[in-house]
């Protein structure tokens, strides 16, 4: 990519990687020139929290109002109830009103660190699209907007084609997701003036769609902005860690769990990530990003603060780190580790250890609990376990006891 933004947003989302793909570089770049530039980004509800994959959308809407833009948060009330098709090899479950209700306030919590929420030319705001799915008129729907798509076009879009080449099913419903999203931009035209709509790069089609339908209804200048699919260069998607998803919420996910994640970066990821989400001046991140050896551990701790200081705070952060080295350098038990709380009547004919290292999180199941054994890589106390039956009672469990997964994963239990 050649071109050369006066903007500061543009730049600041080329120079720091978010940047795959845009409708129109220069006219974007003049728009953010002229004055406050309104846009939006599209989270649905499908789980009560999200997690780090969804954070680099994020980063681009705090990016977005530090540069003089206004972020709008879009949550997927109406739009949750199909369900995005994109690149999924199978309809997703369908969730009730009530689940996407308290989906939404799960998710609400993640924003409030990242971007400022007011009623300033330049301060977020959340809108639900529920707010007019929920009251469409099928056959006006169909007359006005549906007129102006294409089905011939719909069928090439690559989220669409991966479905159908793959001989899966793509229900009428999922169908209609596209021309959903794409109204959404027109509408959040209308109603607060959104000039961009950002998301992953498999959103290009349906973005591309709004921009289309807003220019067709209303002769509306908008555009359209993607980032790339983020994964980690050993080939994983973001958002996933050996033990499950990462989330953004802390009651799903402990400061000090997600202060790890970041600890654990591959080597290779740490000046990108250190560029994606983080503040450093890029040039900062470049050269924490070249270190190498034992250099390179104080970069990821780096990396760990910095990410984690933004979403739960700076003292949530010193403390992860903390506990961190007490744990690895000192062999002891950290204050701000996860922690599996037993009652009396569980452990009254002693509880497995097996059972202990899945409710810790420190393994996906029994099966993995019991390769973990097998293969040495399961401490309790910092000594290995060897016998997958073992069970502990509650005189095992009169202290906290520390169970380890491999060198970095650590989890305590303890005795209610």
Same mark, same amino acid.
């Given at each position: 990519?050649?071109?050369?933004?006066?903007?500061?947003?543009?730049?600041?989302?080329?120079?720091?990687?978010?940047?795959?793909?845009?409708?129109?570089?220069?006219?974007?770049?003049?728009?953010?020139?002229?004055?406050?530039?309104?846009?939006?980004?599209?989270?649905?509800?499908?789980?009560?929290?999200?997690?780090?994959?969804?954070?680099?959308?994020?980063?681009?809407?705090? $990016?977005?109002?530090?540069?003089?833009?206004?972020?709008?948060?879009?949550?997927?009330?109406?739009?949750?109830?199909?369900?995005?098709?994109?690149?999924?090899?199978?309809?997703?479950?369908?969730?009730? @009103?009530?689940?996407?209700?308290?989906?939404?306030?799960?998710?609400?919590?993640?924003?409030?660190?990242?971007?400022?929420?007011?009623?300033?030319?330049?301060?977020?705001?959340?809108?639900?699209?529920?707010? $007019?799915?929920?009251?469409?008129?099928?056959?006006?729907?169909?007359?006005?907007?549906?007129?102006?798509?294409?089905?011939?076009?719909?069928?090439?879009?690559?989220?669409?084609?991966?479905?159908?080449?793959?001989? #899966?099913?793509?229900?009428?419903?999922?169908?209609?997701?596209?021309?959903? #999203?794409?109204?959404?931009?027109?509408? =959040?035209?209308?109603?607060?003036?959104?000039?961009?709509?950002?998301?992953?790069?498999?959103?290009?089609?349906?973005?591309?769609?709004?921009?289309?339908?807003?220019?067709?209804?209303?002769?509306?200048?908008?555009?359209?902005?993607?980032?790339?699919?983020?994964?980690?260069? @050993?080939?994983?998607?973001?958002?996933?860690?050996?033990?499950?998803?990462? $989330?953004?919420?802390?009651?799903?996910?402990?400061?000090?769990?997600?202060? #790890?994640?970041? /600890?654990?970066?591959?080597? *290779?990821?740490?000046?990108?990530?250190?560029?994606?989400?983080?503040? =450093?001046?890029?040039?900062?991140?470049?050269?924490?990003?070249?270190?190498?050896?034992?250099?390179?551990?104080?970069?990821?701790?780096?990396?760990?603060?910095?990410?984690?200081?933004?979403?739960?705070?700076?003292?949530?952060?010193?403390?992860?780190?903390?506990?961190?080295?007490?744990?690895?350098?000192?062999?002891?038990?950290?204050?701000?580790?996860?922690?599996?709380?037993?009652?009396? *009547?569980?452990?009254?004919?002693?509880?497995?250890?097996?059972?202990?290292?899945?409710?810790?999180?420190?393994?996906?199941?029994?099966?993995?609990?019991? /390769? =973990?054994?097998?293969?040495?890589?399961?401490?309790?106390?910092?000594?290995?376990?060897? @016998?997958?039956?073992?069970?502990?009672?509650?005189? @095992?469990?009169?202290?906290?006891?520390?169970?380890?997964?491999?060198?970095?994963?650590?989890?305590?239990?303890?005795?209610?």
């Amino acid at each position: 990519m050649t071109y050369h933004p006066k903007s500061e947003f543009l730049r600041v989302m080329m120079e720091r990687g978010y940047l795959a793909d845009c409708t129109d570089y220069q006219a974007l770049d003049e728009a953010f020139l002229k004055g406050v530039v309104p846009g939006y980004i599209g989270f649905d509800a499908t789980a009560k929290s999200l997690h780090v994959g969804s954070l680099i959308q994020i980063m681009m809407l705090r $990016w977005l109002q530090k540069c003089g833009g206004k972020p709008i948060v879009l949550m997927g009330g109406g739009t949750t109830k199909i369900g995005d098709p994109s690149f999924r090899a199978d309809e997703r479950p369908l969730l009730t @009103d009530a689940q996407i209700e308290d989906n939404i306030a799960g998710i609400k919590r993640a924003f409030s660190p990242y971007v400022t929420f007011g009623d300033g030319s330049h301060d977020a705001i959340m809108v639900n699209n529920a707010e $007019w799915l929920d009251k469409l008129n099928y056959i006006g729907f169909l007359r006005d907007i549906g007129r102006h798509f294409s089905v011939n076009r719909m069928l090439s879009f690559e989220s669409v084609k991966s479905r159908l080449d793959r001989e #899966q099913s793509l229900s009428f419903l999922e169908f209609n997701y596209m021309i959903l #999203q794409a109204y959404d931009f027109l509408e =959040l035209h209308r109603r607060y003036g959104c000039l961009l709509q950002m998301g992953g790069s498999d959103q290009w089609g349906n973005i591309v769609n709004g921009v289309d339908l807003t220019r067709r209804i209303v002769n509306g200048e908008v555009f359209g902005l993607t980032s790339p699919l983020l994964t980690t260069s @050993d080939g994983k998607k973001m958002g996933k860690s050996a033990s499950g998803a990462v $989330w953004l919420n802390g009651d799903l996910l402990s400061a000090y769990e997600f202060w #790890q994640f970041w /600890r654990n970066t591959t080597d *290779a990821d740490v000046g990108r990530f250190l560029k994606l989400y983080s503040e =450093l001046p890029v040039e900062e991140c470049d050269r924490l990003g070249a270190l190498a050896g034992s250099e390179i551990n104080a970069a990821k701790i780096i990396l760990a603060n910095e990410v984690t200081t933004l979403l739960h705070g700076a003292e949530a952060a010193a403390a992860a780190e903390a506990t961190a080295r007490e744990v690895f350098e000192k062999g002891g038990i950290g204050d701000d580790l996860p922690t599996v709380a037993l009652s009396p *009547a569980e452990v009254a004919e002693g509880v497995g250890i097996v059972q202990l290292f899945v409710r810790a999180g420190l393994a996906a199941s029994g099966k993995d609990a019991k /390769r =973990l054994i097998s293969e040495g890589g399961a401490k309790l106390n910092d000594e290995i376990v060897t @016998d997958a039956a073992l069970r502990l009672g509650a005189g @095992d469990l009169a202290e906290p006891v520390k169970l380890t997964a491999g060198k970095k994963r650590h989890a305590l239990v303890t005795l209610g």
